[in-house]
T-cell receptor
Framework: GAVVSQHPSWVICKSGTSVKIECRSL??????MFWYRQFPKQSLMLMAT?????????EQGVEKDKFLINHASLTLSTLTVTSAHPEDSSFYIC??????????FGNGTRLTVT | SQQGEEDPQALSIQEGENATMNCSYK?????LQWYRQNSGRGLVHLILIRSNEREKHSGRLRVTLDTSKKSSSLLITASRAADTASYFC???????????FGKGTRLSVIA
């Protein structure tokens, strides 16, 4: 149990376009999901906490207008990278907690902006 | 700032040897967790140790926690090539606060 599905696993887009990444909890309800960003050989940096039915909480330094988060249901959160630039190229990972302690992660999305 | 810091950053061992990774953190924690990440994939939860626990085992994994030194260690015994991955410690301050990850240790197990 506690499977988190993230889609797509990789995406290439042109500079200036927007990309949507989906994160679904398949067999449990997640009122809270977390979005992380990871650069090569680096740690995961928390971008924002996605709360079902309310606004996301963004970490300091993360542009909320650039990284739009929507958590419209208990099983789906989306991250939209708007007006993407090459520096947005990264590995984005979502996670959700089943028991408020451990996190279950999606397999990540590799975004490449050309 | 990141809470956990793993040491070493990279570790290369022969199959069958034991691998030890350390994690230090800065402030009081509710619990500490270890995760594993295969290259280009998400993270998989390995083990959680509470702040009032000192040692925990799970299969070939052994985790210790020293709250006085604000450090934890992860021992993988009888390592296998399939253990090759990055290992991260993560700390939780309280309740639903999100995990804060360290920089990770990249473990390479050579067959």
């Amino acid at each position: 149990g506690a499977v988190v599905s993230q889609h797509p696993s990789w995406v290439i887009c042109k500079s200036g376009t927007s990309v949507k990444i989906e994160c679904r909890s398949l067999d449990f309800q997640a009122t809270t999901m977390f979005w992380y960003r990871q650069f090569p050989k680096q740690s995961l940096m928390l971008m924002a906490t996605s709360n079902e039915g309310s606004k996301a909480t963004y970490e300091q330094g993360v542009e909320k207008d650039k990284f739009l988060i929507n958590h419209a249901s208990l099983t789906l959160s989306t991250l939209t990278v708007t007006s993407a630039h090459p520096e947005d190229s990264s590995f984005y990972i979502c996670s959700a907690s089943l028991d408020s302690r451990t996190l279950h992660f999606g397999n990540g999305t590799r975004l490449t902006v050309t | 700032s990141q809470q956990g810091e793993e040491d070493p950053q990279a570790l290369s061992i022969q199959e069958g040897e034991n691998a030890t990774m350390n994690c230090s953190y800065k402030t009081s924690i509710n619990n500490l967790q270890w995760y594993r990440q295969n290259s280009g994939r998400g993270l998989v939860h390995l083990i959680l140790i509470r702040s009032n626990e000192r040692e925990k085992h799970s299969g070939r994994l052994r985790v210790t926690l020293d709250t006085s030194k604000k450090s934890s260690s992860l021992l993988i015994t009888a390592s296998r090539a399939a253990d090759t991955a990055s290992y991260f410690c993560a700390t939780v301050f309280s309740g639903n606060t999100p995990l804060v990850f360290g920089k990770g240790t990249r473990l390479s197990v050579i067959a």
